[in-house]
């Protein structure tokens, strides 16, 4: 990583994206995604992350929560950049830096990474952005050692989650369905 892709859906309209890895260089870059008009302030990515007390967490708290384990070098996700600005952003990390995304999540697999969210400005959806950074997320994900890759996608028709991504954009690259995780979440993987 960084990774480019310049024959995304948008190029015309972006130009060339860039697709980084959240570290404590580009942490920047991630904080300005989240703190723009319309950001996921409220969350930081700290949904699926352990943080005590988590309902009476105010949004500051979860700030200063990803930005540690940012500089502990915890692995977090990639950014979307294009024309100078961030565009665009995906959770991914390996499973065990999450808390449990499954009831049938299998805490001895070793190897698996997790995708748990994308976040694109309101303006910017329905034009293949999340696609590709899906795309950026799989490279990015084997690149960094993982064997196999899981994520919790939702129905195009879910009224909750769908920050996790629809199931037939899953479906594309080669992702099959090991189960559900809840009512709406189903549990697909993606081997190498």
Known sequence: MPKRLSGSPGKAEWGEILFTEVTRSTRTDFENLFEQPGGPKYCWCMAW?????????????????????????????????????????????????????????????????SIVCFYVPRALRSRGLATALL??????????????IEAYPVDQASPSYRFMGFRDMFVAPGFHEIGMAGSRRHVMRLER
């Open 49 to 113: 992350r352990d943080l005590e007390n988590r309902e009476h967490v105010g949004n500051d708290e979860r700030k200063r929560a990803m930005m540690a384990l940012i500089a502990a070098d915890t692995p977090v996700g990639i950014v979307a950049q294009a024309g100078g600005k961030t565009i665009g952003g995906c959770s991914m990390a390996p499973r065990e830096t999450y808390r449990k995304l499954s009831p049938q999540q299998d805490d001895t697999e070793t190897g698996i990474w």
């Open 135 to 148: 795309d950026a997320a799989i490279d990015h994900a084997f690149a960094k050692g993982a064997r196999t």
